[in-house]
């Protein structure tokens, strides 16, 4: 590998790795609201996710939280525009749980923790696919292999 190719492919690398991240989150806060939902329709409880849960929530929530931070070293200059998916199934999707979490919480008067983390992970993990770009559909990352990685 050339020295001049080593900063564009690390930064690539990285930049995988971090949208790689990023969709784990979504993908926990994700699990948690299901986990919920499916205990809360069943009356059947996991131990070891009742105990576990919050405590790993939190720490994914934290974790989201730096994530949102560290988005600032792979700023791209433009928000991306969103992918079909988003649009037809994960945004109503989304949209949808927090109108029945609203609902709940209203007419209960509580919500679990779980239904909150797992949102919250779900909008940090949406918010940062939409400022980070996607390195291997974006040709104008200044450092993508398209763009031939050419630093500024």
């Known amino acids: ?6 900063l564009p492919s690390l930064l ?3 930049s995988l790795a971090f949208r790689l991240c990023v969709n ?13 939902v499916c205990s809360l329709l069943s009356g059947s409880r996991w131990a070891f996710l009742d105990g576990a849960g919050p405590f790993v929530s939190a720490i994914s929530t934290i974790v989201g939280t730096a994530c949102t931070a560290i988005s600032v070293y792979f700023f791209a200059g433009r928000v991306v525009p969103p992918e079909k998916i988003s649009i037809f199934v994960t945004a109503p999707l ?3 749980g927090c109108v029945v979490a609203l609902y709940y919480l209203l007419y209960f008067g509580q ?9 919250a992970l779900l909008a940090i993990a949406g918010a940062l696919n939409r400022i ?3 390195p291997n559909r974006d040709a104008r990352i200044f450092w993508s292999r398209k763009s031939g990685g050419d630093l500024p």
Do not use: K, Q
């Open 1 to 6: 590998m050339n020295d001049d190719r080593v």
């Open 12 to 14: 690539l690398t990285l």
């Open 24 to 36: 784990i989150l979504g993908a926990f806060g994700l699990f948690l609201v299901a986990y919920e």
């Open 94 to 96: 989304v949209l949808l």
């Open 111 to 119: 919500l679990p923790s779980h239904v909150v983390n797992g949102l």
């Open 132 to 134: 980070h770009p996607n």
